[in-house]
Each structure stands twice: as C-alpha cells, then as structure tokens.
C-alpha cells in the first residue's frame, strides 16, 4: 500500500503542471479597420485583443467589434449566431463608415443594431457640425472632446434604445450619431461615423473615447474564455 501510495503521488507531481488550467484574460474580437484599437488600449480593459476566431468560439468572447466592415466580410457563423450570442452576453460595438450599417449591408442583423436603417446608401456626406451629446455623463465620454462631424452614415433612432449623441442636422432633420442597446444579456452601442478615419485626420481623443468604449463593454459582458490546459 506505501508502494502504492507513493506511485500515486509521483503521478500527481509529474502530472500536476502539465493538467493545470491556463486562465485567460477577456478577449475582445476586432473585424473590420482595426486601427483604432491598440492591444494596449484593448489590455487597458483587462482584456485581449483577436482579428480573427481562432481556437475560441464567439461565446468565449466579452466584446466583438464590427468596424466599417461589410456583413458580407464578416465569417457566415457569426452573421448567423450574432443574436444567440447577445443573448448569452456578448457585447457588440459597430462603427460606421462606407462599409457600415445600410451601406456595408447590415440589414440582416438590423435588429441587433441601436440604429434604425434607412436603407442602403447610407454614408453621406453633409455640412461640418459640432456633435451634441445628450447623456454627457456616460461613461464613455469620460476625458473626451468631439471633432465636428460632416461624413456618418445616415439613420433613424430605433425605440427602446438610448441616444447618447446626435448630428444636429437643423429643423426636423436630426441623425443619431451614437446609441445604446440592450439585446438579451448583451450590451450594444453604435457609432454612425466611422471612428478609425476621424482618428487618422487628427481627432486627439479619438484613441480616449475608442478605450473607453472598449472598457465600458468587455465591463458590461460576463462572458470569458473557458479554461485551457497548459501544455
């Protein structure tokens, strides 16, 4: 039995480190221009950042981000999962741009968007104008200043969601520029300028506000990659 018990125990030690499980941190999942997030940016968060699914699956994820990049670009299973996957509680940012939301062909996940869409063709180009932020206080403004805005991708406000900020277009004509949305356990905001483009010509707290929307959702997410075993 000592003979046992010892042989027992030189298994644990030698196999201890070889089954122990690896802890990742949060992952965030980047598809699109991702130039306006840095993986330093994304581990200010406590999370990692990926350009592409790899070995985890989306639910393995606390934040997917959808940059001025047509649907038709985005891998068929996660067009498909997208609401399933909201439900659990991944967080969705979408940033506009010529290949954003009606333009880039979002219409088939348009339920899962902050925005209404008007339809295809929705980037346009109008006069420069200040932005006007509705809920100042939001966490995601934190420490950040806005650029006038001219190009966006023009759309409706959607009920039950929250406008953070809008295009004060003059008269009637008023366009979201920022929303909220809650769809199942999941966070969502959209951005209808493209924010990667804004930061390039100059925007200084661009790069802010692009950490701060990473912070606010990997934050609003429960989800975390499973355990693996080290090698």
């Known amino acids: 039995m000592r003979r046992l018990g010892l042989a027992l125990l030189m298994i644990l030690v030698v196999a201890g480190p070889a089954a122990a499980a690896e802890h990742l941190p949060k992952l965030v999942l980047a598809l699109g221009d991702t130039s306006y997030l840095s993986e330093d940016a994304v581990a200010q968060a406590g999370a990692a950042l990926r350009t592409e699914l790899g070995e985890f699956g989306l639910d393995e994820y606390s934040l997917l981000v959808l940059a001025n990049v047509p649907l038709a670009a985005v891998p068929g299973e996660i067009q498909e999962g997208l609401p399933d996957f909201l439900v659990k509680g991944v967080s969705l940012l979408v940033t506009g741009g010529p290949g954003g939301f009606g333009s880039g062909g979002y219409q088939a996940i348009a339920s899962s968007l902050p925005f209404g869409l008007r339809g295809g063709g929705d980037w346009r180009a109008n006069p420069f104008k200040p932005v006007l932020l509705l809920e100042p206080g939001h966490r995601i403004f934190a420490g950040v200043t806005f650029p006038t805005i001219g190009a966006f991708n023009d759309l409706n406000p959607r009920p039950g969601a929250s406008e953070l900020a809008q295009y004060p277009g003059g008269g009637k004509f008023?366009?979201?520029?920022?929303?909220?949305?809650?769809?199942?356990?999941?966070?969502?905001?959209?951005?209808?300028f493209d924010l990667g483009a804004e930061?390039?010509?100059?925007?200084?707290?661009?790069?802010?506000?692009?950490?701060n929307l990473v912070k606010y959702l990997v934050d609003r997410s429960p989800l975390v990659p499973k355990p693996r075993k080290k090698p």
């Open 174 to 192: 008023v366009s979201p520029l920022i929303a909220e949305a809650g769809v199942g356990s999941g966070a969502v905001v959209g951005v209808a």
């Open 199 to 211: 930061i390039r010509g100059g925007w200084a707290a661009g790069s802010q506000f692009a950490q």
